[in-house]
């Protein structure tokens, strides 16, 4: 069955150290979304990309990087962890380009940053 | 700018009693709407969407919602409440500024007694 995976599940690092989070989609999906999920803020958009080669920030992005050489991976980039950035990620992953397809999610990253 | 507001962070039910979540929305375009649903340590899934025609939506597990243009609101029921519905719900509308990107609500966590 096609799906959406996240890895790994669960970090711990340190301050100033760049780590990368990992997503991989095998449904083929042009659309792929980086969350963040913090209590009281529901998730908000990292970064997002519609295709190969494309990538665009989203609402909080500062931080953050990802770069699309495959339709597969998306991976995300934070280039010096700051504790600020503890957090629960979320990739996601959708078909087509319109503003009625639905989503899929991964299962999620849950980041600590000491 | 589009936005979400779900009243009540926290929801508690008894088993059987109807399920009711608020969502309201600003929106200058007509809205596509979504409901999405957590369940504890995994990620998001869609509960049910609304796009075009008919206000009333139905999705799985017995949720519904209406759209109401009138009062922006999407909120979410269910008759009877299944302590299996003990999760985080959150309402998304999607930005008009692109292609299938969601704007969340902060979601509201139901808990469900016996």
């Known amino acids: 069955d096609a799906e959406i995976t996240q890895s790994p599940r669960h970090k711990i690092t340190e301050t100033g150290r760049q780590v990368t989070l990992a997503c991989h989609q095998t449904w083929n999906h042009n659309n792929m979304f980086w969350y963040r999920q913090d209590l009281g803020h529901g998730l908000r958009l990292i970064h997002y990309?519609?295709?190969?080669?494309?990538?665009n920030k989203g609402e909080v992005s500062d931080g953050y990087s990802v770069s699309r050489s495959n339709t597969e991976d998306l991976p995300l980039t934070l280039e010096s962890a700051a504790s600020s950035q503890t957090s629960v990620y979320f990739c996601?992953?959708?078909?087509?380009?319109?503003?009625?397809?639905?989503?899929?999610f991964g299962p999620g990253t849950r980041l600590t940053v000491l | 700018a589009q936005s979400v507001t779900q009243l009540g962070s926290h929801v508690s039910v008894s088993e059987g009693a109807l399920v009711l979540l608020r969502c309201n929305y600003s929106?200058?375009?007509?809205?596509?709407l979504f409901w999405y649903v957590q369940y504890p340590n995994q990620g998001l899934q869609l509960l049910l969407k609304?796009?075009?025609?008919?206000?009333l939506v139905k999705g799985i597990n017995g949720f519904e919602a209406e759209f109401k243009k009138s009062e922006t609101s999407f909120h979410l029921t269910k008759p009877s409440a299944h302590m299996s519905d003990a999760a985080e719900y959150f309402c998304a509308v999607s930005d008009s500024g692109g292609y299938n990107k969601l704007i969340f609500g902060a979601g509201t966590r139901l808990a469900v007694h016996p």
């Open positions: 990309s519609y295709g190969v080669q494309d990538t």
């Open positions: 929106s200058s375009v007509p809205p596509y």
């Open positions: 996601a992953s959708s078909p087509g380009t319109t503003g009625t397809d639905t989503q899929y």
């Open positions: 609304y796009t075009t025609g008919a206000t």
